[in-house]
C-alpha cells in the first residue's frame, strides 16, 4: 500500500492537467494562408538591362493601424514578369479584416535598406479579398507612382493542408497494474502534444473503463494539428491511470510514440510498453506496468471553410435595419437612428463592419437591403421588408456604401412606426436559401435592432426553418434595452424551439453594441471587435451546413500560370 501512496503523491501535482479541458479550444492553431505572389509588367527601371524585383509584404495592426513589414520575397534577376518563388504564411480569420500591402522595389545593390532600391509600385488589398477571389486568385494593378502604369500583381491564397486531417484510433491494454485494493483498476489514458518549448498539451482523454486489467477503449477521433500541430515526428505522450472517485487518480505509467508512428497503423510497430519510471528504479526485476496496442487507424480530410470559398461558393449578405418608433425621432439627437454629420450612429457603424468583411466573399457586391417597422409612403402602409432603396424588384444596393446611402435616404422618406417584427425579413432569406441549397450559396442576414420583439413566436419558427437552410443570422442590438428576447434566440445556452421541434443547427448570433462602445471613442477599434464576435461563428454554422447536406466543394479551377517566365534568383 506505501508503494501506491507514493505514486498518488507523485501524481498529485500532475493532476490539475486531467480534469476538464475542452480539445477544441486547446489551443489548435490557426488556419494558415500560403501567399504565392506573381508580377507582370513591372516598370522598367534599369538602363543596360530589366528590372531585378523584390516583393515586401506589410501587415496592419488592428489598434495602431501601423504597418508592419512582415516579410520579403527573393530577388528575381532580370526580368518584369516575375513569379517569386518564396512565398507568405500567413494566419487567417474569417473574422477579421486582415490589411495587406505589398510594395515591389527593383534592388540595386546588396543594402537590405528598402530606401536604397527603386520603388515599383504598391498594391492593397485584404486577406479576405485574395481568399474570396475565384479560385483564390486575385489580380490588380499596381499603382503609387503619379501617371505611371506600374504593371499588375496576382497573388493567389493555398490554405497550408496538414491542418485539416481528422486521424481515428482505437486502442486496447493488457495486464495492466492492479491499483485497486479490492476490484481491478479502472484505466483511461490521457494523449499530450508535445510544444516547441519542450512543454505538454493535453490534448485527448478517453473514457473510463471500469474493473479490468486488460481494457479496450472506444474508438476516437481527433484533429490531426490537435495531435501533432502538423509535425509528424513530434512526441506524443500518453500517460495510463486508474479512476478514482475522489478524483486523485494513481498513475499506472506512460508511454511516448509520435504520428507517424501511429499512422502505421497496426503492427508489432504499436505495442508500447507502459512504463513507471518510480517503480522501475525502486524494483530490480520490473518489466513494465502493462502495454498498450493500437487496434486501428485511420485518417480523413476535413472539408474547410476555405475549401468551399474556393471552390466557388459565394457569401449573400442582406441587411435588415429596424425602424420602429422605439428608436426615437431621426431628427433628435437622442434617437438611435440620429443623422448625426460627423458620425455614424450605430445602425451604421454596426452595418459598416460586418459588412466590410463580408463583402470580400461576395463576388458582385450586390446586396439586398430591408427595413421593418415602418410606414411607408404615400399611403402609410406598415411594412415588415421594405427595400431601403424604395425598389420592390429590385432591393439591391451597390457595396456597403450603396446601403448606407439607401439607408439614409429612406430615413427621410418613411415614418418610424411598429411593431418590432423579425420573421417577415427571416423569411424573406429564408425563401432565397431555399431556392439553392446544392451549395453554392451561403446566406448571412444582418438584423439591426432597438431589440424589443413584438413577433417571438412567430420568429423562432422562422429561425427552426431557416436552420434547415444554408443561412446564419446575425443580431445586433443597439440602444440600452433589456435584450433578453435576443439572448434567447441566440440559442447558445439553450437551443431555439417552436412547436416542440429543435433547430437542427445554432444559426444565430447575438451582440449587443454597447458592449463594443469603446470608452475613448476609438471606433475603429471597437468595431473591429464587434465584427470578430458576431462572425467568428460563422464558419462553423457554414460548415455544419454543408456536412449535414453532404456537400462536398467543388475542385477549384487549376491554378493559373500567368504567361511570362522567371530567371535566376539571388537572396537580399
Same mark, same amino acid.
Given at each position: ?40 509588367? /513591372?516598370?522598367? %527601371? #534599369?538602363? *543596360?538591362? &530589366? !528590372? =531585378? @524585383?523584390?516583393? $515586401?509584404? +506589410? ?116 495486464? /495492466?497494474?492492479? %491499483? #485497486?485494493? *479490492?476490484? &481491478? !483498476? =479502472? @484505466?483511461?489514458? $490521457?494523449? +499530450? ?380
Amino acid at each position: 500500500m506505501e508503494m501506491m501512496e507514493g505514486d498518488v503523491m507523485d501524481k498529485l501535482e500532475d493532476m490539475a492537467s486531467v480534469y476538464d479541458f475542452d480539445p477544441i479550444t486547446g489551443n489548435i492553431p490557426a488556419t494558415k494562408v500560403e501567399i504565392t505572389v506573381s508580377c507582370r509588367n /513591372l516598370l522598367d %527601371k #534599369d538602363t *543596360f538591362s &530589366k !528590372s =531585378d @524585383p523584390l516583393c $515586401v509584404l +506589410y501587415t496592419q495592426g488592428v489598434e495602431t493601424k501601423q504597418w508592419r513589414e512582415f516579410g520579403r520575397t527573393e530577388v528575381i534577376d532580370n526580368t518584369l514578369n516575375p513569379d517569386f518563388v518564396r512565398k507568405y504564411i500567413l494566419d487567417y480569420f474569417f473574422e477579421e479584416k486582415q490589411n495587406l500591402r505589398f510594395d515591389l522595389y527593383d534592388v540595386d545593390s546588396k543594402s537590405p535598406d528598402l530606401s536604397k532600391h527603386d520603388f515599383l509600385g504598391q498594391m492593397f488589398c485584404t486577406l479576405g479579398e485574395i481568399v474570396g477571389s475565384p479560385a483564390s486568385r486575385l489580380e490588380k494593378p499596381l499603382g503609387g507612382i503619379a501617371g505611371k502604369k506600374c504593371g499588375t500583381i496576382v497573388l493567389s491564397a493555398e490554405e497550408l493542408s496538414n491542418c485539416r486531417d481528422s486521424a481515428t484510433m482505437q486502442f486496447c491494454a493488457n495486464k /495492466l497494474d492492479k %491499483k #485497486d485494493f *479490492f476490484g &481491478k !483498476s =479502472d @484505466p483511461f489514458m $490521457v494523449f +499530450y502534444r508535445s510544444n516547441e518549448d519542450g512543454t505538454f498539451t493535453i490534448c485527448h482523454k478517453t473514457e473510463v473503463v471500469k474493473n479490468t486489467l486488460n481494457p479496450v477503449w472506444q474508438p476516437f477521433t481527433i484533429p490531426v494539428r490537435a495531435l501533432c500541430n502538423g509535425d509528424y515526428d513530434r512526441t506524443i505522450k500518453v500517460e495510463v491511470y486508474d479512476w478514482d472517485r475522489d478524483g486523485s487518480h494513481d498513475f499506472i505509467g506512460d508511454f511516448t510514440t509520435s504520428y507517424r508512428e501511429l499512422a502505421r497503423g497496426q503492427s508489432q510497430f504499436n505495442v508500447y510498453e507502459v512504463i513507471n519510471t518510480k517503480k522501475k528504479m525502486k524494483k530490480k526485476k520490473y518489466v513494465n506496468s502493462g502495454t498498450v496496442t493500437l487496434l486501428s487507424f485511420s485518417v480523413e480530410s476535413e472539408f474547410t471553410f476555405l475549401d468551399y470559398i474556393k471552390g466557388g461558393t459565394q457569401i449573400n449578405f442582406t441587411v435588415a435595419i429596424d425602424f420602429t418608433a422605439s428608436n426615437g425621432n431621426p431628427s433628435q439627437s437622442t434617437s438611435l437612428h440620429y443623422m448625426n454629420p460627423y458620425q455614424l450612429n450605430a445602425y451604421a457603424m454596426a452595418l459598416k463592419a460586418v459588412g466590410e468583411i463580408i463583402q470580400d466573399y461576395d463576388s458582385d457586391k450586390m446586396f439586398p437591403a430591408l427595413g421593418f417597422g415602418a410606414k411607408l409612403p404615400p399611403d402609410g402602409r406598415v411594412s415588415h421588408e421594405f427595400p431601403l432603396n424604395g425598389n420592390m424588384e429590385n432591393p439591391y444596393c451597390n457595396g456597403i456604401e450603396g446601403i448606407l446611402e439607401a439607408y439614409h435616404q429612406s430615413l427621410k422618406t418613411v415614418q418610424l412606426y411598429g411593431p418590432t417584427n423579425f420573421a417577415p425579413v427571416v423569411n424573406h432569406v429564408a425563401r432565397y436559401a431555399a431556392a439553392v441549397q446544392d451549395g453554392s450559396q451561403y446566406f448571412v442576414l444582418l438584423i439591426i435592432t432597438d431589440g424589443v420583439i413584438s413577433d417571438m413566436a412567430q420568429t423562432k419558427e422562422a429561425i427552426v426553418n431557416g436552420a434547415k437552410l444554408p443561412m446564419s443570422i446575425i443580431i445586433v442590438g443597439v440602444g440600452q434595452a433589456e435584450f433578453d428576447a435576443m439572448v434567447e434566440l441566440d440559442g447558445d445556452d439553450i437551443r431555439i424551439s417552436s412547436r416542440g421541434k429543435l433547430a437542427e443547427r445554432d444559426i444565430v448570433q447575438f451582440v449587443p453594441f454597447r458592449d463594443y462602445m469603446d470608452r475613448t471613442g476609438n471606433h475603429v477599434l471597437s468595431m473591429a471587435r464587434l465584427a470578430k464576435d458576431v462572425l467568428a461563428e460563422i464558419p462553423d454554422q457554414f460548415i455544419s451546413y454543408m456536412k449535414s447536406r453532404g456537400i462536398k466543394p467543388n475542385p477549384a479551377p487549376p491554378p493559373y500560370t500567368p504567361p511570362g517566365h522567371t530567371h535566376h534568383h539571388t537572396q537580399i
